[in-house]
């Protein structure tokens, strides 16, 4: 639903008992001696040896001990030593992480079964009591305080000088005209990063360079280039069904000219991340993300020049942005400035897109938060996925999250990179209400359209009338909106992932208690009772 039918809207990696009869234990475990290297009884020695000739045969049998057993024995003792003070001293290294934990992180481990035993004290986990309290006082737990634009833009002085205040009239697409100070013949796509790295975009890019410079305009002797900021932005979540909504409108005359579903730059590659395990990389300037529109700003550009009425269909052709990172992903500052003590992120992705298109246009798709999560894990998990791992996963997850609750605020947890990056599944993410409240703080509700997954499934045809009326684009001939509702599904759920079948009762239970109050408190900002997904 769109956030204008909001009445009630406010625009404002453990404690665990583990038992041992799942052990692989023999029938006469105990009940027979166990001999060892330094047993000292000799198998033809009588039972009732004088106890005076114990220390002398103590003696003979020293002497017959391999040299190799003996070898062994204090290469484990030095092991022991070692992992015993590496242990210590990661012990003394509490400082390192953001927050600490109250309880032991429980080991990682994959199980076979699930019994009612562990079941009943997974329930235990959840305080649901802690939770409603922390949400029902959202005004105190997640209120934000909005940075001065001017802190914006120091930021980022660059970025901001090369976008202008405001653009060109009678096109829909956010457009300007940039200065073009390259020699003639010259490539402006050589460096660009995405295409270095996206065989697509190279591809494209090697499209464009053949129509770049008859595309320049000379104004008062100097040349100038059209560019474009996306029109709209379809911000998350993941495995919510964004590339599917993407590769639909990509369908219609005027979003075809999009080149790259998800460039992620407003969240990582502008800092120089593109997975932040892996550490700061290269930072893809703002010109590299611009040339992803090159391609429909080219298309505009020629129905400027070609058509003075200021109605040519092109004029209409709008950009996006799909990245499905941008609602929740604000990581970069932790890494950035890891030594500034912030529990929470001074300015979110949200902040800069507004400083610089205060008119965006906003997509977000949700689904069910326990079916998300679920999706996420077979997607992301490359290896030994099983439907008793996930829930293992869930359950030291939401321990973890716990754990900071009891220390921080519910906002400072979600958006903890620490307590993220320790977590097994990303149980943060279906966290929406925390998200959609913070992106209210610049855009206007009228600006934000919210979609649920189920009602894009269930009925396709009256979701997407939906978008098309929000980006204010068609009406479509009939033979474009049956090719559109008629094309397969995107990125579905791979077949061996299905073969996996559903999560556990006892996992979907656990998650069902855990979100609920997160998604009262949704429904209450939209309006809409259906996205407490009951």
């Not at 562990?118 to 006082?137: A, G, P």
């Not at 930021?155 to 060109?168: E, K, M, N």
Request: glycine share 4%; hydrophobic share 40%; proline share 5%.
């Amino acid at each position: 639903m769109s956030l204008k039918d909001n009445k009630h809207g406010n625009n404002t990696h453990k404690d665990h008992s583990h038992s041992l009869h799942n052990l692989p234990l023999t029938d006469n475990f105990g009940k027979r001696s166990i001999r060892t290297f330094l047993d000292f009884r000799h198998a033809n020695t009588p039972e009732n040896l004088d106890i005076k000739g114990f220390p002398l045969l103590c003696l003979i049998n020293l002497t017959c001990i391999s040299k190799v057993k003996v070898v062994s024995f204090l290469v484990c003792l030095s092991l022991f030593f070692l992992i015993t003070a590496s242990y210590t001293l990661m012990l003394d290294r509490k400082g390192d992480l953001l927050f600490t934990f109250p309880h032991p992180v429980r080991p990682q481990f994959i199980t076979t079964s699930t019994t009612t035993a562990q079941v009943s004290h997974d329930k235990n986990l959840i305080n649901v009591k802690m939770l409603v309290e922390m949400i029902n006082s959202i005004e105190q737990s997640t209120s934000r305080k909005v940075p001065n634009e001017k802190d914006i833009i120091n930021t980022d002085p660059h970025f901001f000088s090369v976008i202008p205040r405001s653009f060109l009239p009678n096109i829909k697409s956010p457009c300007w005209y940039e200065e073009y100070s390259g020699e003639t013949g010259m490539d402006p796509y050589k460096n660009n990063h995405f295409s270095l790295r996206s065989k697509s975009f190279k591809n494209v890019c090697n499209h464009m360079r053949d129509r770049f410079h008859q595309n320049l305009c000379n104004i008062d002797g100097k040349l100038f280039r059209l560019r474009c900021l996306p029109y709209f932005y379809i911000i998350g979540q993941p495995k919510c069904g964004t590339t599917d909504l993407f590769h639909r409108l990509l369908m219609l005359p005027e979003v075809k000219y999009n080149t790259i579903k998800e460039p992620h730059w407003w969240t990582r590659r502008r800092f120089g991340y593109i997975r932040f395990k892996k550490g700061f990389q290269e930072r893809f300037p703002i010109a590299d993300y611009l040339d992803l529109f090159d391609l429909a700003a080219m298309n505009i550009q020629e129905a400027i020049c070609g058509n003075s009425s200021g109605e040519h269909p092109s004029l209409q052709i709008i950009t996006g942005d799909a990245s499905a990172s941008t609602m929740w992903d604000n990581q970069a500052w932790s890494y950035l400035h890891g030594n500034v003590k912030q529990i929470e992120p001074h300015f979110l992705a949200q902040d800069f897109i507004h400083s610089v298109q205060p008119g965006a246009k906003i997509i977000i798709m949700l689904r069910d938060p326990v079916e998300r999560l679920y999706s996420d894990y077979l997607y992301f998990t490359l290896a030994n996925k099983s439907a008793e791992d996930f829930h293992q996963k869930v359950v030291d997850s939401v321990q973890l999250f716990q754990s900071c609750l009891s220390e921080r605020s519910l906002r400072s947890c979600v958006y903890n990179t620490s307590l993220f990056n320790t977590m097994p599944v990303r149980v943060t993410l279906g966290m929406y209400f925390v998200f959609i409240l913070d992106w209210l703080t610049v855009f206007q509700k009228e600006q934000i359209l919210v979609l649920r997954l189920e009602d894009y499934a269930a009925n396709l045809r009256r979701t997407i009338r939906k978008v098309f009326d929000f980006l204010s684009v068609g009406p479509l001939s009939e033979q474009v909106e049956a090719a559109l509702t008629k094309r397969p599904m995107s990125n579905t759920r791979r077949a061996k992932d299905r073969s996996l079948g559903p999560m556990l009762p006892a996992t979907r239970n656990l998650l069902s208690q855990f979100y609920q109050p997160f998604n009262i408190k949704l429904a209450s900002i939209l309006n809409e009772k259906a996205f407490i997904w009951t």
